[in-house]
């Protein structure tokens, strides 16, 4: 985890003259809420610098309106032209995503913290393009403790298409569909004749539609109190369906329609034509017992700042068991194909796994279940300054999912060639896992 920092900026390194255009920048924190908007009280806009006076501000980006724009003028900053928020408390973001319609030059940008100002850091690798939603500390789900009056989806994209569509909205609870009756559809947006309340009306021939800015939302107040269990969701009935249909969305909950808390998020769907679906919004709190694959991911740079490395990388089912890393497959990602991650898994301690990037990722994929509950991990030789900072330890059955067991952050700097054993008990933590629910076709 990055954690909680007052400042965010959005660089872009290659473009250290001409300019960028932003028409918006979404900051979401963990809730899905998008941060730094004018209305938040106690933000300052921060900026490398813009084009013609007042025309093109850093509040530009910041409105909710893509036609305005914030014109970078990197001439001021050798580092690039950036544009970011200083909040008057630090937070924790859970993902970014911008609206670039043109620049002069690379628009690969860098999201990068800081909590003065003046020493900033990167919270993940570069992106070539910001235009689609990109993790940083990820969402954090939070059941309702008790029933809410006001609910809402929020869709952060949809399959193929800019505008987002939804025939029917059906919350739900152990009694079945939940009075709608004395209640009120909204929305934040939408085209014209397709309203909110054509989510609600029990027609499948009917529909919402977005107005095809980012970001849209669809609420519907109850009148009173209700906790729902289950979400069913019926696509738009017709050619326009699957594209419009939501990719990833999240529900949230709220007791005043201002202050909105995540229930659940749903990531990568995907979906046919005239298709409905069930999604539950309970958890479901268990040990998830053994696990196939287990990796650690890194969330920040090492101490270099240039790269990471492992000479050797050890997990145990035990606290003071073997290593069982045998008999399996190396696996990561976003690493240096010279330094492939079975050379963290080779037993020469000569040899190591190294990324040139914050969010690289070594593990092992055993093949058939594992209990892991303790690993160790051993600096490069003569490169200690290369040891992981800032990292998850995290385990997959094969879903696609993964569920973090152990979070680590700030490690103080490694010795060439140390060893530092990493144990978070003898047997797995509780983690919440959902539920998964069958398609209704």
């Not at 569920?403 to 140390?418: K, L, P, R």
């Amino acid at each position: 985890m990055i954690g909680a920092h007052t400042h965010w900026r959005l660089r872009f390194p290659g473009i250290t003259s001409g300019y960028v255009n932003v028409g918006e920048f979404y900051l979401l924190d963990q809730n899905m809420n998008r941060r730094g908007l004018a209305a938040e009280a106690g933000i300052t806009y921060i900026e490398s610098g813009h084009y013609s006076g007042a025309t093109y501000p850093p509040n530009n980006a910041f409105d909710g309106a893509t036609g305005t724009l914030w014109s970078g003028n990197p001439n001021s900053d050798p580092a690039g032209a950036w544009l970011g928020v200083q909040f008057g408390s630090p937070i924790s973001i859970g993902g970014f995503f911008a609206v670039i319609p043109s620049a002069s030059g690379s628009t690969n940008a860098l999201l990068e913290y800081s909590d003065d100002g003046s020493s900033w850091t990167t919270a993940g690798p570069p992106v070539g393009v910001v235009t689609s939603f990109l993790e940083i500390d990820g969402f954090q789900e939070t059941k309702a403790p008790s029933a809410k009056r006001y609910w809402r989806c929020v869709v952060i994209s949809a399959q193929s298409n800019a505008y987002a569509s939804v025939g029917e909205l059906d919350y739900r609870d152990a009694g079945g569909s939940i009075d709608k009756s004395g209640g009120t559809p909204s929305a934040s947006q939408t085209t014209g004749g397709y309203p909110a309340s054509n989510a609600f009306d029990g027609n499948n021939s009917t529909f919402w539609l977005s107005a095809g800015t980012p970001l849209p939302s669809i609420t519907f107040d109850f009148g009173t109190d209700v906790l729902p269990t289950e979400l069913r969701i019926q696509n738009r009935n017709d050619s326009y369906g699957p594209s419009e249909s939501w990719r990833h969305f999240g529900v949230q909950y709220s007791d005043d329609e201002i202050s909105w808390t995540l229930q659940s998020n749903f990531p990568l769907q995907s979906w046919g034509t005239n298709q409905q679906k069930i999604y539950d919004l309970n958890y479901v709190e268990h040990i998830p017992g053994p696990l196939e694959a287990w990796r650690l991911r890194n969330t920040a740079w090492s101490n270099n700042g240039v790269a990471i490395s492992i000479s050797d990388f050890a997990m145990r089912e035990a606290s003071d068991g073997p290593d069982i890393t045998t008999g399996g497959t190396p696996i990561g990602a976003l690493f240096n194909p010279d330094y492939p991650p079975e050379r963290a898994f080779d037993a020469d301690l000569a040899t190591f796994w190294l990324a040139n990037n914050a969010g690289g990722s070594v593990g092992y994929d055993f093949g058939t279940p594992k209990n892991i509950v303790a690993y160790s991990i051993r600096s490069r030789n003569g490169y200690g300054a290369e040891g992981p900072k800032s990292w998850v330890l995290e385990a997959s059955d094969g879903d696609g999912g993964w569920d973090v067991f152990d979070t680590q952050t700030g490690v103080s700097a490694w010795a060439s060639g140390e060893t530092r054993d990493f144990i978070f008990g003898d047997d797995p933590p509780t983690v919440e896992r959902r539920r998964q629910m069958p398609v209704i076709n």
